[in-house]
């Protein structure tokens, strides 16, 4: 059975940062693509990042480019997302998911619970 469980979320001010970990329980976790996707209040869940099972190949949304930075740690099975220069824009439920490297939800086999990021101005 495989788990994703996110954390690190929380609520902050604007320019501040936060790390968000998703740890994986899969015996094959390098074998995946991890994904980070959000959703905002009364909006569509959103593509944010993701990283190849080795870690050589990233892709980022354009409006987190330059701010977030995804990196995997496969000894540890987690995923980081590491969220600098946060703004209200990016308050959201942000969850992990595993599956092939895509930018579509719907490519990902499975999904984490969610963690809550809000950002305060």
């Known amino acids: 059975q495989v788990q994703l469980v996110e954390s690190g979320g929380g609520s902050v001010q604007v320019g501040d940062s936060l790390r968000l970990s998703c740890v994986i329980s899969?015996?094959?976790?390098?074998?995946?693509?991890v994904g980070w996707f959000r959703r905002a209040p009364g909006k569509e869940r959103d593509f944010v990042a993701a990283i190849t099972w080795s870690g050589s190949t990233t892709y980022y949304a354009d409006s987190v480019k330059g701010r977030f930075t995804i990196s995997r740690d496969n000894t540890k099975n987690t995923v980081y997302l590491q969220m600098n220069s946060l703004k209200p824009d990016d308050t959201a439920v942000y969850y992990c998911?595993?599956?092939?490297?895509?930018?579509?939800?719907?490519?990902?086999?499975?999904w984490g619970q969610g963690a809550q990021v809000t950002v305060s101005s």
């Open positions: 899969t015996r094959a976790f390098s074998e995946y693509a």
């Open positions: 998911a595993i599956g092939p490297p895509a930018t579509d939800a719907s490519e990902y086999d499975y």
